[in-house]
């Protein structure tokens, strides 16, 4: 069986996506596209030759007969529109992170799903699909350092990850990535927060703040912090250290060759997340497409998606008031705990 796709966004994320269900994973095939900027989707559908139509519009995508489901990947304020569509048409969609740029749009989306009454929204969150983040899961399942008790976690990009990286998105773009992983690590969920903004690089853009210092707390009283360096020039670094009741455990480091050299020992640090997470975003989408084919929705979920948005906004209104706020969320419906 293969499912037949629609793509909205064609932009970098979306070549890549395209690319990987196209010529690396099995079980799918894109057949329509859609992008404001018509000339790059014609000119994906030409590169990759896909057999593949270019819709005028992402909704005439989604309601195109042949698509069985969607890809969102256009530009993160378009993503509510694109899944609330996909949910008033009955088809299953792969967002990628936003969900919505608004905790509100979020809430909407999953009201929108479970009056559905059926699973079909899953949320880009890559990070559960990769494999040091499952080998870790698995020693903290063992037991083996005993119940954590602190996270020490890293988030560093070379340069701002995109042109119009601004205000609080290192907050509400960037570590959303941490918010999603590490309550799915530790099974948990965030009830406060605090936001630090220390010394400021000289070498950002001189209205960011850039790096932050998050400090989290989870309901089982887990101290959790993270370091959002957003322009740290010398690579692409992500890290999380597990302090337990009886050892630490770390992610581990993406392999590299040690070379001894003129007196130096030295390994290599990736610079992009495109390569940090290429096997993640494989693993991602085979789930998703073998999951889709079975009549399932097995990833993170819309509920996920609202939830890092809570944490975001939270975020934001710590940094600004320089306090500890709460991160209050409503039970989680039961549609999502099955
Ligand atoms: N999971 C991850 O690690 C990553 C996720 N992303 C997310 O993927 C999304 C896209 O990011 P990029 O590809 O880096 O951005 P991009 O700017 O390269 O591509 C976005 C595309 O969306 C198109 N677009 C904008 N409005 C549209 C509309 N109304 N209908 C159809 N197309 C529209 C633009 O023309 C552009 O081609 C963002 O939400 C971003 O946060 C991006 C990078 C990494
Ligand atoms: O999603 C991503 C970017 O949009 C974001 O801005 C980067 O900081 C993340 O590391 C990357 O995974």
Redesign the pocket.
């Known amino acids: 069986m293969t499912l037949k796709i629609g793509v909205i966004g064609t932009g970098a994320i979306g070549k890549e996506h395209i690319r990987r269900i196209t010529h690396k994973l099995k079980g799918a095939q894109v057949v329509a596209v859609n992008d404001v900027n018509t000339e790059q989707a014609q000119a994906v559908v030409r590169d990759e030759a896909l057999q593949a139509e270019v819709y005028a519009s992402g909704v005439e995508v989604i309601q195109a007969a042949e698509v069985e489901a969607v890809i969102v990947t256009s530009w993160g304020p378009t993503h509510e529109e694109f899944v609330l569509a996909s949910i008033a048409a009955g088809k299953p969609v792969f967002c990628e992170?936003p969900l919505a740029v608004t905790a509100e749009g979020c809430r909407q989306i999953v009201e929108a799903e479970i009056e559905a009454g059926r699973k079909l929204v899953q949320v880009g969150f890559?990070r559960r699909f990769d494999h040091s983040y499952r080998q870790l899961k698995r020693v903290l399942e063992a037991d083996t350092i005993g119940a954590p008790l602190i996270l020490n976690c890293v988030?560093r990009?070379p340069q701002s990850?995109?042109s119009d990286?601004s205000g609080d998105?290192a907050l509400t773009?960037?570590c959303?990535?941490e918010f999603d992983v590490l309550r799915w690590l530790l099974d948990d969920d965030y009830v406060s927060v605090q936001v630090i903004q220390p010394r400021k690089t000289r070498l950002c853009d001189d209205e960011l703040q850039d790096p932050h210092v998050i400090l989290l707390r989870t309901r089982q009283g887990i101290h959790i912090s993270i370091e959002s360096f957003?322009n740290c020039q010398y690579g692409?670094d992500?890290q999380c250290q597990v302090v337990g009741e009886t050892g630490t455990a770390n992610l581990p480091e993406p392999p590299s060759v040690p070379v001894r050299h003129a007196a130096k020992l030295s390994s290599g640090i990736l610079d992009s997340?495109k390569d940090r997470?290429i096997d993640a975003f494989d693993v991602e989408f085979q789930e998703w497409i073998d999951a889709t084919l079975r009549g399932e929705m097995t990833g993170p979920s819309a509920w996920d998606g609202y939830v890092v948005a809570v944490t975001g906004d939270a975020c934001v209104k710590a940094k600004y008031s320089g306090r500890i706020e709460p991160i209050e969320l409503p039970e989680c419906p039961d549609f999502y705990t099955n």
Do not use: A
């Open positions: 992170k890559m988030h990009n990850p995109s990286f998105m773009d960037s959303v990535h957003v692409y992500i997340w997470f």
